[in-house]
């Protein structure tokens, strides 16, 4: 079965981040980068496929600069067989569409049975690449998928996605785009062997020129979206220590303080 795996590399949930003096966006020195989080249930699931009908191939494909090259190495070194690095300045500082477009475009020409994507990037929260890709591409998409069962011919899939209090169990004919949601699987972690056998493996990367595309049509230039402002949250205030014997003294104190400074009761 083949499997196509959008991804993209995010800082750390864990990093530090820091806004540019000018609030124009992140300063990305000193920030560790790390696959995108619901990306990595799309690498275990086709993964998984591959393994259970034991033929077929594992493509990652992403855009990004220089740097997303790790990432990739990373979901190589998970088991991915060989891997897509869309890098060109003219792909850099757009939005959802222009990322799909660019994605859509590389996929074309490939061959796959299914497209994983995570349900959002954990650094824009914008969930909509997956939808705008599977629009350009002219195939079915599902949103928010926890479990996925293909059918032995691969022409169809029975998916299970969550939805508010609970759950919808959908048919959707292949190929198709999904959306990875928490609950799909749990990664595996990259092997010694893994990493080693990681670097050997093919990363094709292409540029603005070699894609095709219409350099008014990708990144900030084809952009429908753009951010006009970035601010780190507001410093929280400094708590206050209710002082007392037990609970009988501190309680009313907490009551009151709840109630009169903060107005949350």
């Keep these: 079965m083949n499997s196509i795996v959008c991804l993209k590399q995010v ?7 820091r806004v540019k003096p000018d609030d124009s966006g992140i300063i990305a020195q000193d920030i560790k980068y790390v696959i995108n989080p ?25 855009m990004g600069p ?4 790790e990432s990739i190495r990373m979901a190589l070194a998970m088991g991915a067989d060989n891997a897509i690095h869309l890098d060109d300045p003219a792909f850099e500082d757009g939005d959802a569409f222009t990322t799909a477009k660019v994605l859509a475009q590389a996929i074309k020409g490939l061959e796959y049975d299914i497209i994983f994507c995570g349900r959002q990037a954990i650094d824009d929260d914008f969930a909509q690449v997956g939808s705008a890709l599977a629009e350009l591409l002219g195939l079915p998409q599902i949103y928010l998928v926890t479990k996925v069962e293909v ?3 691969k022409k169809k899939a029975r998916v299970n996605r969550q939805i508010v209090g609970g759950e919808e169990i959908v ?5 198709a785009v999904l959306t990875c949601q928490k609950g799909l699987n749990e990664p595996r972690y990259a092997s010694l062997p893994g990493i080693m056998k990681a670097k050997k493996k093919e990363v094709k990367t292409i540029n603005a020129a ?3 595309v219409d350099l008014n049509q990708v990144g900030k230039a084809g952009a429908k979206c753009r951010i006009i402002k970035m601010s780190s949250p ?3 205030s400094s708590g206050k220590k209710v002082a007392g014997a ?3 003294e501190t309680a009313p104190q907490l009551v009151k303080l709840l109630r009169e400074e903060s107005k949350v009761i």
């Design 66 to 69: 220089q740097r997303a090259i």
């Design 38 to 62: 619901y990306d990595e249930f799309g690498v275990e699931e086709a993964l998984k496929f591959k393994e259970k009908f034991g033929t077929g191939t594992v493509t990652i494909v992403s």
């Design 246 to 248: 037990d609970a009988t």
């Design 171 to 175: 048919d959707c004919s292949l190929p």
């Design 210 to 212: 070699t894609l095709g």
């Design 151 to 153: 059918a032995p011919d």
């Design 11 to 17: 800082p750390d949930t864990e990093a530090q981040i």
């Design 234 to 236: 507001p410093s929280r």
